[in-house]
């Protein structure tokens, strides 16, 4: 097997084999040729229907030919100048019409680079140092939100590396309980900068906000003068196109994007309103800054992804994730196994657990073990999914009923597998 191969090769040069940890799955991951539409091919020339998706910037699928064209022709042009282009106007522009609460948007590299600057911003602009979050919600790999709930609400680091007195600002809360975010900020509310969440947490499976809890955030969070930031980083431009938010009807004052907004290169932004945003440099004070922010060739795919997207679009691609949700239901029920389906609009996961999932601790709970075997089967049948229970799924444009109707064949062989 050549990606066993290059696996064992690799581990000699890339610390664990791979350039970002959930890519290691055992034995070894595949390697991957070639991405076309909704399929993956490795280097032993397996195809895969792909549901991770890079997880989750390919919302046209692989290599759509629109994003590829205009990619290349931008590259003749040049990759990066260290001065403005008329086309990161044109995208800023884009973001503002379709995103609700933005009025302004700063372009930087990934959706690290978003949630630690909106989270810097949020800091300077209320003149207050802490920051909360919720248990088990991701916002990217620095320091400020790599952290694990301490005993009460205060964090402890959850890497070597990251020191406690960075980490001590960092309050955090179970998600979808109204009375432990109350009694935080009682307790803390006059040194409480932001609130920083994703409002559907995609990081620990698919777990959507209660009916009235973003509401509940929005009311509290404007009383107690703390800013709230959406990490829209999986949900921006994949619920619908002005995100979560849109989606919900609830307008945070800042957001962070990534993923989708970069058109499968890489790119973060993040955006609020103009008294906010005119806080960050060099209008303001509060620094940021890239070299390769605002990267032509990122400002390019993402432009004409963007441009992709409108109503027609969203109805379409929520009918696929209606038709491929349904479908899993029926095959549960058909076959009286009592796992737990979740998702919304394009995104989808099972998880191995009979009770619904509200929060962190709940998800916890799920049979790591049946979806270890779930996840090795439709592997080996050709179906991709993230290698990890509480990762989510994702569908693209370029998915077909046809390419849905083989899933469905393929998960329910797997998941009768797992109850065998
Ligand atoms: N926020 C959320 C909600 C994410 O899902 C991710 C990545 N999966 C990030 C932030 C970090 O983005 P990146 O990996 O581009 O740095």
């Not at 680079?113 to 991701?138: D, H, P, Q």
């Not at 400002?299 to 379409?316: C, H």
Request: charged content about 20%.
């Amino acid at each position: 097997m050549k990606s066993e191969k290059l696996f064992n090769e690799s581990q000699n040069f890339l610390p664990g084999g791979v350039s970002s940890p959930v890519r290691a799955f055992q034995p070894y991951p595949f390697f991957a040729k070639k991405g076309e539409g909704s399929r993956l091919w490795d280097v032993d020339g397996n195809e895969y229907l792909d549901y991770c998706l890079g997880y989750g910037p390919l919302i046209l699928g692989h290599s759509p030919e629109k994003i590829i064209n205009a990619v290349y022709s931008q590259m003749q042009k040049g990759t990066t100048y260290g001065v403005p282009t008329k086309k990161e106007i044109d995208l800023a522009r884009m973001v503002v019409d379709k995103v609700p609460c933005a009025d302004m948007v700063r372009f930087v590299n990934s959706g690290t680079e978003a949630t630690m600057s909106a989270i810097r911003l949020a800091r300077g602009f209320t003149g207050k140092n802490k920051i909360v979050k919720f248990e088990g919600s991701y916002h990217g790999a620095h320091d400020y939100v790599l952290v694990k709930s301490g005993s009460g609400a205060a964090c402890l680091p959850d890497s070597p590396g990251v020191p406690e007195d960075t980490t001590k600002n960092t309050l955090s809360a179970p998600f979808n309980n109204e009375e432990y975010v109350s009694e935080l900020i009682a307790s803390n509310g006059s040194d409480i900068a932001a609130i920083i969440m994703e409002p559907v947490m995609a990081n620990i499976g698919c777990i959507e906000p209660r009916k009235g809890y973003l509401k509940f955030l929005r009311e509290i969070t404007a009383e107690n003068d703390i800013l709230l930031i959406f990490d829209e980083v999986i949900t921006g431009f994949r619920l619908s196109e002005g995100g979560a938010q849109e989606y919900y009807g609830i307008n945070p004052d800042l957001v962070t994007m990534g993923k989708i907004i970069g058109g499968g290169f890489p790119m973060g932004a993040f955006a609020g309103s103009r008294e906010i945003m005119e806080f960050i440099s060099p209008c303001g004070s509060v620094y940021q800054a890239g070299t390769f922010n605002g990267n032509p060739i990122s400002i390019t795919a993402g432009l004409n992804t963007l441009k992709e997207l409108d109503s027609t679009f969203y109805r379409d691609l929520n009918s696929k994730g209606k038709y491929l949700r349904d479908g899993i239901q029926g095959i549960l029920e058909d076959n009286n196994l009592d796992f737990s389906l979740v998702g919304l609009g394009s995104m989808f996961q099972i998880y191995f657990n009979s009770k619904r999932v509200y929060d962190y601790q709940d998800a916890k709970n799920s049979d790591i073990e049946k979806f270890r075997v779930y996840f090795n089967n439709l592997l080996s049948n050709g179906v991709f999914i993230p290698p990890s229970q509480f990762e989510c799924c994702f569908l693209s444009q370029a998915h077909q009923k046809e390419d849905l109707d083989e899933t469905l064949e393929k998960i329910e062989f797997a998941l009768k597998t797992v109850a065998d």
